[in-house]
């Protein structure tokens, strides 16, 4: 999977980087809570993280024939249960979490600039 070194990619371009049909990735969104792409103006934005793991559940599902269900339990065993966006907001968040959401902010009002813009 070849990542140009964005911040954010939408919906088609995750699509043609996985190889995960949109609708699929919009079904699995309600079946893992682990994907949470930021929503700017009613669209879709990933994060490469988001795409990695978009990846992995693919690679469960596809390659391994896990269930849905199966894919969930693996994920959580792996590590992945706690979505970023709980992560970061956590009662005993430390500096450094909170810069990271002020810099995801930041990065997704670039965004919405040069959509303005362009």
Partial sequence: ME???????????VSRLTGV???V????????RQIRP????????YRPEDI???????????EKGFTIAG???QLSE????????????????????YET???EIRAGLVLIRQMLEG
């Fill in 71 to 73: 894919a969930k339990k």
């Fill in 25 to 32: 990735l919009r079904y699995w969104e309600g079946e893992f």
């Fill in 52 to 62: 990695e793991l978009i990846g992995r559940i693919k690679e469960l599902l596809y």
């Fill in 78 to 97: 792996e590590g992945r249960a706690v979505p970023v966006q709980a992560e970061l907001f956590s009662h005993d968040c430390g500096k450094m979490k």
């Fill in 38 to 45: 930021h929503r700017v103006a009613r669209q879709r934005l």
């Fill in 101 to 103: 959401v002020i810099s």
């Fill in 3 to 13: 990542k140009k070194g964005k911040k954010y990619y939408r919906i088609g371009d």
């Fill in 21 to 23: 049909d949109a609708h």
